[in-house]
């Protein structure tokens, strides 16, 4: 055996030494709305490679924790339907059950830096904002009340007010451009975007399932 394999874990030198780091598991794992600190006195004292082997129950709950929590940020930074008003507000609602609301709302911001982001989350009823130098606030109010008081801090914006545009707008916009039906590919559709997307409120009631060149009726699902 090579001098250099002994001197790392099994496990790595296997080739089955996969999951997360140490340190991401500990500065990540407590996102997770099931999180018990005991579980980081685990993570903490076991050895790295044994963390990282699918084929430990322990790294299997883990990894599937740590999974969730991407998925759960991934999905909100893809599915939340969000408006912008004539002040640069932009806000929209979110169903967040980790705490995850942070990376959200700095996937919004990098895009819209000269905005104020305001989400509302349905599972702890608190918006949450990021300014536009990225400092991150959360309240108690309810969305409308929170993009109301910052809109009044903020004066009119021309930029933004030459872009509004209803929901109902944007959503025929960006319904023609997918009801190609020369190019339907319902099992692509079904991959992109998972029955359990339709749960979060950015797609609730808002698009079907499928696009099909038999099923075109867009205002039931903008109401």
Not at 17 to 45: C, D, T, W
Not at 146 to 168: A, H, L, N, T, W
Not at 184 to 198: A, G, T, V
Not at 204 to 209: H, L
């Amino acid at each position: 055996m090579n001098k250099n394999n002994k001197r790392k874990e099994p496990l790595e030198v296997i080739g089955r030494a996969k999951g997360y780091s140490r340190e991401e598991l500990i500065k990540n794992l407590p996102r997770h709305e099931n999180f018990m600190p005991r579980l980081l006195i685990q993570v903490k004292k076991l050895p790295e490679a044994l963390l990282r082997n699918s084929g430990s129950p322990l790294a299997k709950k883990i990894i599937r924790m740590m999974r969730e929590i991407s998925m759960e940020a991934y999905r909100a930074k893809q599915f939340t339907r969000s408006e912008i008003n004539d002040r640069g507000v932009l806000f929209g609602i979110v169903l967040l059950k980790h705490d995850v609301i942070d990376h959200v709302l700095i996937y919004f911001h990098e895009r819209w830096p000269q905005c104020i982001v305001c989400l509302y989350n349905e599972h702890t009823q608190k918006t949450s904002i990021i300014t536009e130098r990225g400092k991150i606030q959360e309240f108690k109010n309810p969305l409308n009340i929170v993009v109301e008081k910052m809109s009044k801090e903020r004066p009119i914006m021309p930029y933004f007010k030459d872009i509004q545009f209803s929901g109902e707008e944007i959503f025929e916009t960006l319904y023609k451009s997918q009801n190609i039906v020369q190019r339907e590919n319902p099992r692509y559709f079904k991959s992109m975007i998972p029955d359990r997307c339709y749960k979060l409120p950015g797609m609730r009631n808002g698009v079907e399932k499928r696009y099909t060149s038999q099923n075109k009726k867009i205002d039931e699902y903008l109401k």
